[in-house]
């Protein structure tokens, strides 16, 4: 009545919880493609693209796709052999578990007439694929906690994850080694079963059980009579021996059971066997119900992911399709940190403490993004700067185990986040090249909105090149700006410029503009002067900076020896430090 | 037989697929062997606008690993290079600055000394390859074919770390681009930048630079403009495409990565140098290869002058 009932009603859990988290799919927006788009053609429009996929010469694809990566999970072992088979071995173990064992009565009894769960080969399956889960439980902690592989951080998710799989497992072991010495379980299954009566059979019977099998009696203890355990013997084929194998066969168990026999009896009279079977079976229904919630939803949508990845490949989908796609994707990440492990700018967050720069950790970000929730600009803005701040190598995409487009994902999010407007300096470094390439695919009006509003904001700080008719004092010399500018040891070199103008006259990007100063305000040979004079702000303020090619010419053709370039780039360094603390502040204030 | 560790940065193996597999080839043919590491991150260029520790610390991570395998480095890109140049030059200058470095490194068992060198594909076949080897293992060569040969900013400049040529009348890229058999052609705007390093952050100069740059190229007469760095190329193919379908009327100039170039004439195959994967099609160029006939009839010429000498010199 109990397993039934509980069985149930985390089943419902189980689905309700299902169709929400699969609802969330269609419902959470990722990107700046997917606000226009209604909940229904986003339903329909994957319906449709699912039956076009089956329906089509791609089918062959998916079923190489399920073979290779779902069950084989051949994305995990071209990264990481001991990850999979740490893998391998639960999912098998679990898998086997829970279809030959948990769902016995439906499968496996269904397969073979003579099934018993106290017989072989059924019986050492069972204990053997439970090691199976152990061993690759015990891997995972190896690797999370004494390995340490890089970048790879535990959450409470991944925690969760390993603890409910531990006690599914360790509660089994427990309850199969506790009835094997239980003396209360042994009566029961005399009683029920065998139809002896008479007092000198049952005690012989016992005998030979407690002998050979382990039991605790609470009657008997060795050494006992060979001519008993004779009898014992007999008995026990003729009414005990059909449906039970000698138990050493069932390794685990039968090792814990010897280990807990000094105190069966107790163990015996608290119930103990009893109690383990609600917890195990607890255990079971809890991780059941919770499962799509949990990190083990992956276990459906890293499937998904991978099927639809896998058959999509580099063509273009519909947009409706993508937005269902990324949101899915974000269910599909496991955490596993094989993309932060590969990451291109990991070394960026040495300086830079955010931990939305690591992929594995960014996605956890647009997780809370996506569902809605209120984030404060604060906690926005470090996301943004996070996902800018990828230099789009593409190899979390190519490396990801559960074959998420991450890639795309970023981009998207990228857009998503500057549309609303914060101001972002690292729009201004190199890493908008990429942004550049795929100007196409981003909306149109707003392509230019955050270059325009970073140097705007920066400006904002650094106002002074605006005030044309202020005078400067010739006193107010920068001690801090020019020990500041010490980082490569060579951008101190501005204090012997001369002023020749040689580096402005060979500026390419000086060359561009008809009146120079107007488009670029202060021109290279006037921030080496700034500099000298240690008015920082006007070199801040002056789009040249933000317009440096770093091509060189200057540098290369200084008479004095200027290392002008290198001076661009450590001013660069130092508005952009400054602009993030003043600017990061202020939402927070905010 | 030589060995270096092939660093391909980001742009590459994301967006440029055909010059990895180009260079992969012409380096097997020339005998250069080359090793993967997969630990390789970012050389730190994009980052050192944003500051400068980032940018050193992501530099000297890659020169450790390559120094943790004994092997000198090998980039493909300009600004890999630069970069690599640039950190491993500031390393052996400051001692406090490796020692800081090398603290941060120490937490992934890393550490950098400075015992490799980080070289350019470019530098590696005219240095270290040579002309005369290159010119030895050719099946062909172009005639006709004139080339606006770009040097790239980073590979030139700052002379004085990079050490690849003389950065004001460099001649290096134009031997190479001249033993194909093409004429590297002279223009004025040869050692100017690309434009790649604004294409995103301002768009119009950018534009402007790659478009001046690309016109006096074609003015001087060039067929195609070659590159051997991921940024140039992307800027002069792809970019230049989505400047000109923006209703700039003019023809745009191809561009062919060096390893392209080098590699027809060196015989490897068009798939494996991916000339279908240009943005701008350059599949043209293989009308200018000499054919099989033209080759034989050259190798009798030279062979009849060497017996005119052998007679001569016997009559003498």
Same mark, same amino acid.
């Given at each position: 009545m109990f397993l039934k009932v509980s069985l149930y009603i985390s089943l419902v859990i189980f689905f309700i919880a299902l169709i929400y988290k699969v609802s969330t799919w269609f419902r959470y927006k990722v990107g700046i493609g997917a606000t226009e788009i209604s909940v229904s053609t986003r339903f329909f429009s994957a319906i449709e693209g699912i039956l076009l996929t089956i329906f089509s010469p791609k089918i062959l694809t998916l079923m190489k796709v399920f073979v290779l990566d779902v069950l084989l999970q051949f994305r995990i072992l071209r990264e990481d052999f001991l990850r999979w088979v740490m893998?391998?071995?639960?999912?098998?173990?679990? $898998?086997?578990?829970?279809?030959?064992?948990?769902?016995?009565?439906?499968? %496996?009894?269904?397969?073979?007439?003579?099934?018993?769960?106290?017989?072989?080969?059924? $019986?050492?399956?069972?204990?053997?694929?439970?090691?199976?889960?152990?061993?690759?439980?015990?891997?995972?902690?190896?690797? @999370?906690?004494?390995?340490?592989?890089?970048? $790879?951080?535990?959450?409470?998710?991944?925690?969760?994850?390993?603890?409910?799989?531990?006690?599914?497992?360790?509660?089994?072991?427990?309850?199969?080694? %506790?009835?094997?010495?239980?003396?209360?379980?042994?009566? @029961?299954?005399?009683?029920?079963?065998?139809?002896?009566?008479?007092?000198?059979?049952?005690?012989?019977?016992?005998?030979?059980?407690?002998?050979?099998?382990? %039991?605790?009696?609470?009657?008997?203890?060795?050494?006992?009579?060979?001519?008993?355990?004779?009898?014992?013997?007999?008995?026990?084929?003729?009414?005990?021996?059909?449906?039970?194998?000698?138990?050493?066969?069932?390794?685990?168990?039968?090792? %814990?059971?010897?280990?807990?026999?000094?105190?069966?009896?107790?163990?015996?009279?608290?119930?103990?066997?009893?109690?383990?079977?609600?917890?195990?079976?607890?255990?079971?229904?809890v991780g059941l119900a919770y499962l799509p919630f949990s990190k083990m939803f992956h276990i459906i949508a890293s499937s998904v992911s991978l099927l639809a990845n896998g058959t999509i490949g580099q063509e273009k989908i519909a947009p409706a399709n993508r937005a269902t796609l990324q949101a899915m994707e974000l269910d599909a990440c496991t955490h596993c940190g094989t993309c932060s492990l590969r990451c291109s700018v990991i070394m960026a967050f040495e300086e830079i403490t955010n931990m939305n720069i690591f992929p594995s950790e960014k996605i956890a970000s647009i997780k809370t993004l996506a569902c809605g929730k209120e984030l404060s600009p604060q906690e926005l803005r470090h996301i943004q700067e996070g996902v800018y701040l990828c230099s789009n190598c593409y190899r979390c995409t190519v490396v990801c185990p559960a074959g998420i487009n991450l890639q795309d994902l970023w981009f998207n999010v990228r857009e998503t986040l500057l549309a609303k407007g914060y101001p972002e300096s690292l729009v201004l470094s190199p890493l908008s090249f990429y942004r550049g390439l795929m100007k196409e695919e981003t909306v149109p009006k707003d392509y230019e909105k955050p270059l325009i509003q970073a140097r705007e904001a920066i400006a904002a700080q650094f106002d002074l090149i605006k005030k044309k008719d202020e005078v400067l004092p010739l006193t107010s010399t920068n001690k801090k700006l020019q020990s500041g500018l010490n980082l490569s040891a060579q951008a101190k070199t501005f204090s012997v410029c001369f002023g020749c103008q040689t580096c402005t006259t060979v500026c390419p990007v000086v060359g561009n503009y008809e009146n120079p100063q107007e488009a670029l305000g202060l021109l290279p040979h006037q921030i080496m002067h700034a500099a000298g004079l240690g008015i920082r702000d006007l070199a801040f303020g002056s789009n040249m900076l933000w317009d440096c090619l770093t091509c060189y010419q200057c540098q290369e053709q200084c008479p004095q020896g200027v290392h002008v370039t290198d001076v661009l780039y450590e001013l660069k360094n130092l508005a952009i430090k400054q602009v993030r603390e003043r600017t990061l502040q202020s939402t927070e204030r905010k | 037989m030589m060995e270096f560790a092939l660093f391909l940065g980001c742009t590459i193996p994301a967006r440029l697929n055909q010059y990895e597999s180009s260079s992969r080839a012409v380096l097997k043919k020339l005998g250069v062997e080359l090793v993967d590491i997969r630990e390789f991150n970012c050389c730190g260029y994009p980052l050192r606008n944003i500051d400068f520790k980032a940018f050193i610390l992501s530099s000297a991570r890659n020169l450790a690993l390559a120094e943790k395998k004994n092997l000198n480095v090998i980039t493909l890109c300009k600004c890999c290079y630069g970069s690599l140049k640039k950190a491993d030059y500031l390393l052996r200058e400051s001692a406090s600055l490796k020692k800081d470095v090398n603290e941060t490194l120490k937490k992934e068992g890393l550490k950098y000394e400075g015992r490799i060198e980080v070289k350019h594909l470019l530098s590696v076949l005219h240095k270290d390859i040579g002309i005369e080897a290159i010119k030895g293992k050719m099946a062909t060569s172009f005639r006709g074919l004139k080339i606006a040969t770009h040097y790239g900013c980073h590979a030139l400049r700052p002379s004085q770390v990079v050490g690849f040529d003389n950065p004001l009348a460099p001649t290096l890229f134009d031997q190479l681009v001249e033993l194909t058999g093409a004429e590297s052609i002279e223009w004025a705007m040869k050692l100017e930048c690309c434009g790649a390093p604004l294409w995103g952050i301002n768009d119009q100069l950018s534009m402007n630079l790659t478009l001046k740059k690309l016109a006096d190229g074609k003015k001087s007469g060039a067929d195609y403009v070659c590159a051997a760095c991921p940024y140039c190329h992307i800027q002069f193919d792809k970019v230049q495409k989505m400047i000109l379908s923006n209703g700039n009327e003019n023809h745009p100039l191809p561009s062919i990565l060096y390893t392209q170039l080098l590699g027809l004439t060196l015989g490897v195959d068009r798939k494996v140098l991916g000339l279908e994967m240009n943005e701008i099609p350059i599949s043209g160029i293989e009308a200018l290869l000499k054919k099989e006939e033209e080759l034989a009839q050259e190798k009798a010429l030279a062979e009849q002058k060497e017996n005119k000498k052998e007679k001569e010199s016997t009559k003498q």
């Open positions: 893998h391998i071995f639960i999912y098998v173990g679990f $898998m086997l578990l829970l279809l030959m064992h948990a769902l016995d009565k439906y499968i %496996t009894a269904s397969l073979w007439d003579n099934y018993y769960s106290t017989v072989n080969p059924f $019986m050492f399956l069972r204990d053997l694929f439970g090691v199976f889960v152990i061993v690759g439980v015990i891997i995972a902690i190896y690797r @999370r906690f004494i390995l340490k592989v890089p970048r $790879m951080f535990t959450n409470i998710m991944d925690l969760y994850a390993i603890l409910i799989v531990a006690v599914i497992m360790l509660s089994g072991i427990f309850l199969e080694a %506790t009835k094997m010495v239980a003396y209360s379980d042994y009566k @029961r299954m005399v009683d029920e079963y065998s139809g002896l009566s008479d007092p000198e059979e049952l005690k012989s019977l016992e005998a030979y059980w407690v002998k050979e099998f382990g %039991t605790i009696s609470p009657n008997l203890q060795e050494p006992i009579d060979e001519v008993i355990l004779a009898k014992g013997k007999e008995l026990h084929e003729s009414s005990c021996a059909g449906c039970h194998d000698r138990l050493q066969w069932a390794f685990t168990g039968y090792g %814990t059971a010897k280990i807990i026999s000094p105190i069966g009896l107790r163990i015996d009279r608290a119930h103990l066997p009893g109690v383990l079977w609600y917890v195990h079976i607890l255990a079971c229904f | -």
